[in-house]
């Protein structure tokens, strides 16, 4: 009887973003499959919603290997101009960020375009806040921003569990 030789492994892109180019040091397993990342974010994004990237045995494929993207867009407004060396700054980390499609600036505000199944608006305001140390904005602006990250949590819980039969919250 001939030996068969084991199929070697291939690795899987990231889970969360679908990038080829993954760390062998940043690893979860979950329901017994070992999962890379590509980076700390998407590992990040994984731990706190997993199901939304490895589906469910019962319910099927998971929204982002159905191929789904849920792109928001969201302006931040600041209490004063940005200048434009501190714009760059925010500009350069969050275009390093997985999920950020687009950046515009204005001259109170920034417009940030961003796939919800891969960033937060949450991540992108700690963002923001890490660059500039001096990060105000109006109270208006504040309680909106915070019920659209709560709307986003619940949006995000909904998609990561879909075999719920109510929603979130």
């Not at 040091?25 to 979950?30: A, F, G, I, K, T």
């Not at 940030?112 to 305001?125: F, K, P, R």
Request: glycine share 6%; proline share 5%; net charge positive.
């Amino acid at each position: 009887m001939a030996r068969v030789k084991p199929l070697k492994a291939t690795p899987r892109p990231c889970p969360v973003c679908n990038m080829e180019k993954i760390s062998s040091d940043l690893w979860r397993c979950y329901r017994g499959v070992k999962f890379n990342f590509c980076s700390q974010q998407c590992l990040d994004r994984f731990v706190a919603y997993p199901g939304l990237y490895c589906g469910n045995p019962k319910t099927g494929k998971s929204e982002k290997q159905k191929g789904r993207t849920e792109l928001k867009c969201h302006k931040i407004v600041f209490t004063k101009n940005i200048p434009d060396d501190q714009y760059k700054g925010v500009e350069t980390q969050l275009k390093s960020m997985m999920g950020v499609v687009s950046i515009q600036q204005g001259d109170n505000h920034i417009i940030v375009t961003y796939d919800l199944l891969e960033v937060s608006l949450a991540s992108i305001e700690d963002v923001v806040q890490r660059v500039l140390s001096d990060f105000n904005t109006t109270l208006l602006n504040t309680l909106h921003r915070t019920w659209v990250r709560y709307t986003e949590e619940c949006e995000l819980e909904n998609m990561s569990d879909p075999g719920k039969s109510s929603g979130c919250h």
